[in-house]
């Protein structure tokens, strides 16, 4: 059903191939397009985007003791926001 296709990268400008089990893992998972990096590229930019600044904290209450607490997401009034050790108590 799917044969092998040669795409070039957009970032080094090499010359990639697109297998066919890739093609058929695309397929199972919806993608609509190609991959438009080749497998280096794309590892390379997975690393650059992990350390891409610090990560920004909102300040917020514990629902559970109260006490003041920073999180890396923006709270939401509908949510309960724990702190780190309510947080690992409720976990278990």
């Given amino acids: 059903m799917f044969e092998d296709k040669v795409l070039v990268c957009k970032d080094c ?3 990639f191939t697109f297998t066919a ?3 058929e893992f695309y397929m199972e998972k919806g993608f609509q397009n ?4 080749c497998r280096e ?3 390379n930019r997975r690393l650059s985007s992990r350390g891409r600044g ?3 904290m ?5 629902a559970e003791c109260g006490k003041p607490t920073k999180i890396p997401f923006e709270p939401k009034d ?3 926001v724990y702190c780190n050790e309510c ?3 409720r976990r278990g």
Avoid at 34 to 37: G, I, V
Wanted: glycine share 8%.
């Fill in 13 to 15: 400008g090499k010359e």
């Fill in 41 to 43: 590229c794309r590892s």
């Fill in 34 to 37: 190609e991959p438009s990096r």
């Fill in 21 to 23: 089990g890739e093609q």
């Fill in 54 to 56: 610090e990560r920004v």
């Fill in 78 to 80: 509908d949510r309960p």
């Fill in 87 to 89: 947080f690992a108590a």
């Fill in 58 to 62: 909102h300040d917020a209450v514990c």
